[in-house]
């Protein structure tokens, strides 16, 4: 016999009162309308990052990329963007909020942040308040992590 998943559902389409029933159901339209429009931003940003190495490998020096940073930045908004669009899907799947994913997506865009970084443009406190913000982050993924891990896992 099949189980239901385990968890609290944020929208469930079954529920017994009847406005919340139909205020789910366009939620969850909502969702899909979300999640259509990600792919349009995918895809114009892997057109827009394709068209910024053409540019850059067919314009003197050629073969090189002036700012290797910049292109960087670039792949790593389309993976974010990825990971948006696995938010979404798992949530029209699921109807259960992907508290892990949405961590991991906070990591990465910050990571993405840290890494074309000009260090001329922040303070020590800012980068201080950025390290902060990569603790928090991974802290919290790691526990939520154990947690996932059941019941299995000894405290200490």
């Given at each position: 016999m099949a189980t239901k998943q385990q968890g609290h559902e944020e929208l469930p389409i079954e529920s017994s009162d009847p406005v919340l029933r139909v205020l789910h159901w366009i939620m969850r339209g909502a969702a899909y309308v979300l999640a259509i429009a990600m792919v349009g931003v995918i895809i114009e940003g892997v057109i827009s990052v394709i068209y910024q190495l053409y540019q850059a490998l067919t314009s003197a020096p050629f073969f090189m990329v002036p700012d290797i940073v910049k292109t960087f930045s670039g792949f790593l908004a389309v993976l974010i963007a990825f990971e948006i669009f696995a938010n979404i899907t798992l949530y029209i799947r699921s109807?259960?909020?992907?508290?892990?994913?949405?961590?991991?997506?906070?990591?990465?865009?910050?990571?993405?942040?840290?890494?074309?970084?000009?260090?001329?443009?922040?303070?020590?406190?800012?980068?201080?308040?950025?390290?902060?913000?990569?603790?928090?982050?991974?802290?919290?993924?790691?526990?939520?992590?154990?947690?996932?891990?059941?019941?299995?896992?000894?405290?200490?």
């Open positions: 109807d259960v909020f992907p508290v892990k994913l949405v961590i991991a997506t906070a990591l990465m865009a910050i990571a993405r942040k840290i890494i074309v970084l000009d260090m001329s443009q922040y303070s020590a406190l800012d980068l201080i308040g950025m390290a902060a913000v990569v603790i928090a982050l991974g802290a919290t993924y790691w526990l939520v992590s154990r947690i996932d891990q059941g019941p299995g896992i000894k405290a200490g």
